[in-house]
């Protein structure tokens, strides 16, 4: 469904993403793990144009194309079909949690504002929070901002859900209310990708592990081999850490 293949990126001198492949297919659920530094962010911003790749080629559903030559018609295509959730909600602050949900689909998707509403609730409501429609960010806690976060991503029906360290910015005691979230959607059979430091919760959902390291795929496989037969030495000191 989704490949990206040969993707380059540097911030200035420094070459931050060094021919990286990744590819999705209907249904994973990719969890990108690494040291912090290593690109995770940058290659899933890549994904969606949040940033552009200098070089490499992004292959999703019909549409194919080169980073560096992307059209402004193929990048809103892509995020047409991608939503993104970021480590810290991304939220409007002067917006309800409604309005917040629904305002990709008005302003973005064309979408009427009744069939907006109605769809931004039922989204609220697979996260729990369809009765916090007329709150405003400020009024809830951090795992109620990220679930609006998620809901809003839920909203327009994308093909993949891109998250970026989801749980990050979270105190501990809040974590679990947005992994079991994210857990439901993955029993749903949501695509995504996930960018996350959260071991336990990677080696339970995950269909496929990216490791990286250093802008480079250092190792990549099903959950249970990674965790429990890594081969390369740099997986096995990043996973030290966590035992
Ligand atoms: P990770 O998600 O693995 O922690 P990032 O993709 O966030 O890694 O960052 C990789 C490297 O790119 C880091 O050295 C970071 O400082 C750098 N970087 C990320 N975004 C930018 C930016 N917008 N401008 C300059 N450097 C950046």
Do not use: W
């Amino acid at each position: 469904m989704l490949a990206l293949k040969n993707i380059h990126k540097k911030f200035g001198d420094v070459e931050v993403l060094k021919g990286v492949d990744i590819q999705v297919e209907k249904g994973d659920i990719v969890v990108i793990l690494g040291p912090s530094g290593s690109g995770k962010t940058t290659l899933l911003r890549c994904i969606n144009f949040l940033e552009r790749a200098d070089e490499g080629t992004l292959l999703f559903d019909d549409i194919h194309t080169d980073f560096s030559k992307a059209s402004k018609k193929e990048i809103n295509a892509v995020r047409k079909k991608s939503a993104f959730v970021f480590q810290n909600y991304g939220l409007f602050d002067n917006k309800t949690v409604l309005e917040n949900v629904t305002e990709g689909l008005i302003i973005g998707r064309k979408v009427p504002k009744k069939i907006a509403v109605e769809t931004g609730i039922r989204a609220l409501e697979k996260v729990g929070l369809s009765d916090r429609l007329d709150y405003y960010p400020s009024q809830l806690s951090g795992g109620q901002q990220q679930r609006v976060g998620i809901a809003r991503a839920l909203a327009v029906n994308p093909d993949v859900i891109l998250f970026d360290e989801p749980t990050s910015a979270l105190d501990p005691e809040l974590v679990g209310e947005v992994l079991q979230v994210i857990r439901k959607l993955a029993d749903e059979g949501t695509t995504m990708v996930v960018v996350t430091h959260e071991m336990a919760f990677a080696k339970e959902v995950a269909s496929h592990i990216v490791f990286m390291s250093d802008g480079n795929i250092v190792e990549e496989g099903d959950a249970a081999s990674f965790f429990d037969n890594p081969q390369e030495e740099r997986t096995k000191q990043f996973l030290q850490r966590f035992r």
